[in-house]
């Protein structure tokens, strides 16, 4: 076997730890290289905090479940959360005093719009080739969220939905070459929406439904993006007694069976429930 043959093998069986050793379990090692992820759920699931958590996990050696790697960081809603960053930074330069400041290793970009997106991966193919010869490469790239460049820009209509789909592939085939030319692992989160109806169409494991705070919910952009991803990864919350809980639940996935775990978020970060006391959440 030539060498750039092993190192693509060792690329396709790369994953990232998430920073928790359960919810890494549940991930059968992490989230992969050279594929999308998708994590969905409801506002308040933890999307935006399991993203950050793994940005900075992304620093750490491989000997730890890293990928000494830098990240980018786009978001597609409201302002970054980089006093949130900033907190868990915190914590992770707590367990990891020998690394650099994990903050300058993350890379934030705003987009507002799908077209922005797909006008943007040729920029961010360039800036991924420069980060090899300057810093610590990058090799996670995430998304939060996907749902949100779709959510106004789009009506109900035939010209719409053709324009909508085919953005839909451009994004996703565009990330999808990135992810497999540097190894990549990318990230995308979105968001849910009530189900309606009582038919028994389902994408994926869980035959009984999402469900999500007592409610019924299904993945907001339909079947054309849930064929854009490789993997779709459930969070849902609940609310009944003292304490917020929160459930990782794996939908679909080519190198996972259905697995699920508990979670709680604190101050210095997301934790499998096996790892931590239960208590209130200190998210601020």
């Given at each position: 076997?030539?060498?750039?043959?092993?190192?693509?093998?060792?690329?396709?069986?790369?994953?990232?730890?998430?920073?928790?050793?359960?919810?890494?379990?549940?991930?059968?090692?992490?989230?992969?290289?050279?594929?999308?992820?998708e994590?969905?759920?409801?506002?308040?699931?933890?999307?935006?905090?399991?993203?950050?958590?793994?940005?900075?996990?992304?620093?750490?050696?491989?000997?730890?479940?890293?990928?000494?790697?830098?990240?980018?960081?786009?978001?597609?809603?409201?302002?970054?959360?980089?006093?949130?960053?900033?907190?868990?930074?915190?914590?992770?330069?707590?367990?990891?005093?020998?690394?650099?400041?994990?903050?300058?290793?993350?890379?934030?970009?705003?987009?507002?719009?799908?077209?922005?997106?797909?006008?943007?991966?040729?920029?961010?193919?360039?800036?991924?080739?420069?980060?090899?010869?300057?810093?610590?490469?990058?090799?996670?790239?995430?998304?939060?969220?996907?749902?949100?460049l779709?959510?106004?820009?789009?009506?109900?209509?035939?010209?719409?939905?053709?324009?909508?789909?085919?953005?839909?592939?451009?994004?996703?085939?565009?990330?999808?070459?990135?992810?497999?030319?540097f190894?990549?692992?990318?990230?995308?989160?979105?968001?849910?929406?009530?189900?309606?109806?009582?038919?028994?169409?389902?994408?994926?494991?869980?035959?009984?439904?999402?469900?999500?705070?007592?409610?019924?919910?299904?993945?907001?952009?339909?079947?054309?993006?849930?064929?854009?991803?490789?993997?779709?990864?459930?969070?849902?919350?609940?609310?009944?007694?003292?304490?917020?809980?929160r459930?990782?639940?794996v939908?679909?996935?080519p190198?996972?069976p259905?697995?699920?775990?508990?979670?709680l978020?604190?101050?210095?970060?997301?934790?499998?429930?096996?790892?931590?006391?239960?208590?209130?959440?200190?998210?601020?």
């Amino acid at each position: 076997m030539r060498p750039e043959n092993l190192l693509l093998l060792r690329h396709r069986s790369e994953k990232c730890t998430v920073g928790c050793p359960v919810l890494d379990r549940c991930l059968n090692g992490g989230v992969p290289c050279r594929s999308i992820t998708e994590f969905v759920g409801e506002s308040g699931s933890g999307k935006t905090q399991l993203c950050l958590q793994l940005a900075l996990s992304a620093q750490l050696p491989s000997s730890h479940g890293g990928l000494s790697a830098s990240s980018i960081f786009i978001h597609t809603e409201f302002h970054f959360p980089f006093r949130r960053l900033h907190q868990l930074s915190g914590a992770f330069r707590t367990s990891h005093p020998d690394l650099p400041d994990p903050c300058d290793r993350v890379f934030v970009r705003a987009v507002h719009s799908a077209d922005e997106l797909l006008h943007l991966i040729p920029t961010i193919e360039t800036f991924l080739v420069y980060s090899r010869s300057r810093w610590r490469p990058v090799r996670i790239v995430v998304i939060d969220s996907i749902a949100a460049l779709f959510r106004s820009d789009f009506e109900n209509t035939g010209s719409d939905l053709r324009r909508r789909s085919s953005l839909f592939f451009g994004i996703s085939g565009g990330l999808r070459r990135l992810a497999k030319r540097f190894g990549l692992a990318v990230v995308v989160t979105n968001q849910v929406v009530d189900f309606i109806g009582d038919g028994d169409v389902r994408v994926g494991n869980l035959s009984d439904g999402l469900y999500s705070s007592g409610r019924r919910v299904c993945p907001a952009l339909g079947l054309a993006w849930a064929h854009c991803v490789n993997s779709r990864v459930f969070l849902s919350r609940d609310e009944d007694g003292p304490v917020r809980r929160r459930r990782m639940s794996v939908v679909f996935a080519p190198h996972l069976p259905h697995s699920s775990s508990q979670f709680l978020i604190k101050g210095e970060g997301v934790f499998g429930v096996e790892n931590i006391q239960p208590e209130p959440d200190k998210t601020v």
